[in-house]
């Protein structure tokens, strides 16, 4: 178990490390808010815990990690899919006029998926 939490401080120590310095040294434009999402973590939580509790039954414990994984990225393109027909729906004139603030939100639940799935995966695996 010390390994996995070792990793996971590695993980976000590493992650937060190099979106600082691309917001510091490279001179990337945004902060920090603009990976924070509570609306997309919601989503990506509760659909893909949802649907990996639906068919817990279906599966070793063996497999329920792995399995946890591939929804909670499913949950994560779904909320992307979600954001997307948000981002688009008022707008019929030109893709020029949506405001890139509605396209990376888009955007964050694919991350926030594939991240929490990973983790969910490394910490429920033997």
């Known amino acids: 178990m010390s390994n996995k939490i070792i990793g996971l401080i590695a993980l976000l ?15 990337a434009a945004g902060g920090f808010g603009l990976f924070l999402s ?12 949802g649907l990996n509790f639906m068919r817990k039954h279906t599966f ?3 497999e329920l990690g792995k399995s946890l994984r591939d929804d909670l990225v499913l ?20 893709l020029v006029d949506i405001p890139s603030a509605y396209l990376s939100a888009a955007i964050i639940p694919v991350l ?15």
């Open 60 to 62: 070793i414990d063996s």
């Open 13 to 27: 120590v590493s992650s937060v490390a190099a979106i600082a310095y691309s917001f510091t040294v490279e001179g």
């Open 75 to 94: 949950a994560g393109w779904l909320g992307f899919i979600v954001g997307s027909v948000l981002a688009f729906g008022g707008n019929t004139d030109s």
């Open 38 to 49: 509570i609306p997309s973590f919601v989503f990506v939580i509760g659909v893909g815990g």
């Open 112 to 126: 926030y998926g594939y991240i929490i799935g990973a983790i969910a995966e490394a910490f429920m695996t033997n």
